[in-house]
C-alpha cells in the first residue's frame, strides 16, 4: 500500500525494541529498491490509519512497518537478523509486505501529485491507476528478484484486504469492488506472484458478478499496464481509463448508476471476504511448507558458506602463525620491516616475580569456570523461540491437527573443572608508544611467568610497521626485553591472525584470553578491524583485557572496550606490577565470563 501524496506523517521514532530489526529492514530495503535514501520505522503504532502491514511515502521517502500486523507474533526478540534470507523465509508474509513497498519505491516513479492533480475531475480513473499499479510494482520486483515471488505471494492477501477497505458498514459498489478484487488477485496471478489453485474461490466470486467477457477485458488492461514503464504516464493514464470505462459499462448494464448504483449486500460482502479467506489459507499453507523448505536450504548455504570462510582464515591465520613465530623478529608480513629493535635485556626484579606470583593465583581461579554448551529442541521455554517452527505450529493447529513441533531452542551450560588456560599477548610498537615501552617489557615478561606458574599456554607478538614474535608458543620468556617503538603504523588485524593461528584462540576449548597493550590510535580500516576482532573473540567465548599505555590519552582504547565488551585498565606509562591485583581480577573476569559466547 502507498500513500500518493495524501500527506500522510511517518512517525519520527521506532519502538526502542524494534531498532535493531528496524535498521537491518533498512538495510533491506534500499539494496531492494535500489536506493540509498529509504528510511524504516517500525512498531505496533505505525499505520494504524490504514491498517496495512506497512506503507511507503513517497513524499518523505519513509517505510512504515506495522509490527502488529506483518509479524504474526509482533516479538522483535525472535527475528534476528533481517538481511538474512533465513530470516526472511521465516517471515515471509512480513518480507512480503516490505518488499511490496520497496518495489513502489523503486518503479512507483511516475509523478503522483501531478497526476492525481491532472485525474481531479476523473476520480475513478486514479482510482484504477492506483489499483492497476499494485500489480505493475510487483511485476517488475519478481523480475528482478524472482527468489522474492514465494514472499510476495505470502503477503498478497493481506495486502489486497487493505487495499480494498472493505467493511460491513460500507456502502460498496458490487462491479468495482468485483473488478478491483480481479485485478489485485488475478493480476497477481497473471504477473506469477499468485498461483491456479491460490485464488480458486476469489475467481469464483469475481465470476458470479462479472462475466468472462469483462474479466477477459480487464485482463487485457493490467497485463499492458504490468509492463508500462513508469515514464510513459500518458499511456499509463489510457489504460487506466480502459479499466474505468469497462466497469462503469458494465455497471450500467446491469443497473447500476456509476458510484451511486447497486452495493454488494451483507451476503456478498460475506461471500467476497470469505473467498478471500479460503485462499488466503490455502496459500498460508502452500507457503508455509515451501518457505520452510527454502528456509532450510538457505540455513544450509549459510553455513556452508560461513565455514568455508572460517577455514579460509583458519589457513590464513596458520600461514600468518608461521610467518611470524618462526621467522621472529625478523619477520616482514606486510611487506614492510618493523623499525622495532631489542635495546635492553636484564633479569627479572622482585617486585616483578612477586607480582608474577599475585597474577598466577588469579588465573588459577579461571581455570575453574570453563563451560560446554549444548543446544536442544524443546515445546516450552526458557530459550529462544524459533518463528517458522511457531508458525508450522500455528497451521498445524488451525488444520485441527496434533501439534508436533519443538519451537524452542534450549542452551545450557555445565561447568568443567580445571580446563586448559590459553593466553595471548599483542603490543603495539607504533611511535605513540615509545614511553611505555619499559613498562610493557615489565608487562610481558609478569603475564608470560604467571602463566607458565599455572601451567598455560602463552605467546606474544608485538606490532607496529611489521608483525613479530617475542614469545613463540610454548616457550618462556627468561628475561625483560625492552623493545623500541618508533614504527608509523599499527598492524594489529595481522597481530591477531598470528597469535589466533599459532594459539588456536578463537576454535580452541578452555580459559581464553587476550591481552592487547595499546592506546587504540589506528588508521581508519584498522579500527574495523579491532571492532571485527572484538565481536569474534567474544562469540568465541574469548575473554580480552585491554591494558591501556602511550601518549596519545586512552580515550579511543576505552572505546573499543566499551563497543566490544572487553575489560579495560589504564596503565599509563607504569608497570603491570603496580596494578597487578586490578589486571589478575580483571582477567580471571574476562575468563569467566567469556565462554557464554562459544
Known amino acids: 500500500m502507498t500513500h500518493f501524496g495524501h500527506g500522510v506523517v511517518a512517525r519520527r521514532t521506532t519502538s526502542s525494541k524494534w531498532l535493531k530489526v528496524g535498521a537491518s529492514i533498512g538495510s533491506m530495503v534500499n539494496e531492494w529498491s535500489g536506493r540509498g ?65 520497496a518495489c513502489h519505491a523503486r518503479y512507483s ?40 515471488q514465494i514472499m510476495l505471494r505470502a503477503s498478497a492477501m493481506g495486502i489486497v484486504m487493505s487495499d480494498l477497505k472493505v467493511g460491513v ?62 515514464g510513459d504516464v500518458d499511456g499509463m493514464i489510457d489504460l487506466a481509463r480502459d479499466w474505468n470505462t469497462i466497469t462503469t459499462t458494465e455497471s450500467e448494464r446491469q443497473g447500476q448508476s456509476g458510484e451511486e448504483g447497486m452495493v454488494l449486500t451483507s451476503k456478498q460482502l460475506g461471500e467476497m471476504l470469505d473467498a478471500l479467506g479460503e485462499d488466503g489459507f490455502t496459500v498460508t499453507m502452500a507457503v508455509e511448507s ?15 558458506v ?13 600461514t600468518m602463525a608461521r610467518e611470524v613465530f618462526q621467522a621472529g623478529v625478523k619477520s616482514v608480513v606486510t611487506g614492510r620491516s618493523t623499525s622495532s629493535k631489542l635495546v635492553e635485556t636484564r633479569a627479572p626484579n622482585a617486585q616483578e616475580r ?9 588465573l588459577e581461579k579461571a581455570r575453574y569456570r570453563d563451560r560446554v554448551r549444548t543446544e536442544s529442541a524443546s515445546r516450552l521455554p526458557p530459550g529462544r523461540l524459533r518463528t517458522r517452527a511457531l508458525v508450522q505450529g500455528q497451521a498445524q493447529r488451525a488444520r485441527g491437527m496434533m501439534v508436533d513441533v519443538q519451537p524452542w531452542n534450549r542452551v545450557q551450560h555445565r561447568h568443567v ?42 605467546a606474544m607478538v608485538y606490532y607496529g610497521s611489521s608483525v613479530f614474535s ?62 571485527a576482532r572484538l565481536a569474534q573473540a567474544a562469540r568465541a567465548g574469548v575473554g580480552v583485557l585491554w591494558l591501556g599505555a602511550g601518549d596519545y590519552g586512552l580515550s579511543k582504547a576505552k572505546a573499543f572496550c566499551t563497543r566490544g565488551s572487553a575489560e579495560f585498565v589504564p596503565l599509563g606509562n607504569g608497570s603491570v606490577v603496580n596494578v597487578v591485583e586490578v589486571v589478575g581480577r580483571l582477567a580471571a573476569k574476562a575468563l569467566t565470563t567469556a565462554g557464554t559466547g562459544r
Open 417 to 458: 573443572d580445571n580446563p586448559p588456560l590459553t593466553i595471548g599477548v599483542m603490543v603495539d610498537v607504533s611511535g605513540s608508544m615509545g614511553s611505555a615501552m619499559k613498562s610493557m617489557a615489565s608487562t610481558a615478561w609478569v603475564l608470560s611467568e604467571a602463566v607458565r606458574r599455572v601451567q598455560g599456554r602463552v
Open 290 to 304: 515451501e518457505a520452510g523448505r527454502q528456509a532450510k536450504m538457505a540455513e544450509y548455504d549459510e553455513r556452508s
Open 470 to 531: 617475542t614469545l613463540k608458543p610454548g616457550q618462556h620468556l627468561n628475561e625483560v626485553q625492552v623493545y623500541t617503538a618508533p614504527d608509523s603504523t599499527e598492524e594489529f588485524d595481522k597481530a591477531f591472525l598470528a597469535l589466533d593461528g599459532g594459539l588456536t584462540l578463537t576454535e580452541g576449548r578452555g580459559a581464553r584470553l587476550l591481552v592487547i597493550v595499546s592506546d587504540g590510535q589506528y588508521r581508519p580500516d584498522q579500527v574495523k578491524a579491532v571492532d
Open 169 to 230: 458498514d460500507d456502502d460498496i459498489p458490487k462491479v468495482r469492488q468485483a473488478a478491483k478484487m480481479a485485478t489485485l488477485i488475478l493480476g497477481r496471478r497473471d504477473v506469477g506472484i499468485l498461483l491456479d489453485e491460490d485464488v480458486v474461490n476469489v475467481r469464483a466470486f469475481v465470476g458470479r458478478v462479472l462475466s468472462d467477457e469483462v474479466v477477459d477485458a480487464l485482463a487485457r488492461v493490467w497485463s499492458k499496464f504490468a509492463v508500462t514503464s513508469h
Open 37 to 101: 535514501d529509504l528510511t524504516v520505522y517500525v512498531g505496533p503504532w505505525v499505520g494504524a490509519d490504514h491498517g496495512a502491514p506497512a506503507a511507503y511515502n513517497p513524499a518523505t521517502s519513509e517505510i512504515e512497518v506495522n509490527s502488529d500486523v506483518a509479524f504474526d507474533h509482533g516479538n522483535p526478540e525472535v527475528i534476528g537478523d533481517f538481511t538474512r534470507r533465513v530470516v526472511q523465509l521465516e517471515n515471509a508474509k512480513a518480507t512480503g509486505a516490505i518488499f511490496h513497498e
Open 109 to 148: 516513479l511516475w509523478p503522483l501529485e501531478a497526476t492525481q492533480e491532472r485525474l481531479k475531475h476523473e476520480a475513478g480513473v486514479w482510482d484504477a491507476m492506483v489499483v492497476l499499479e499494485e500489480v505493475r510494482i510487483e511485476a517488475r520486483g519478481v523480475l528482478e528478484y524472482p527468489e522474492n
Open 306 to 318: 560461513e565455514n568455508k570462510a572460517k577455514a579460509n582464515e583458519r589457513a590464513q591465520a596458520k
Open 354 to 362: 612477586q607480582a608474577a606470583v599475585i597474577l598466577s593465583r588469579q
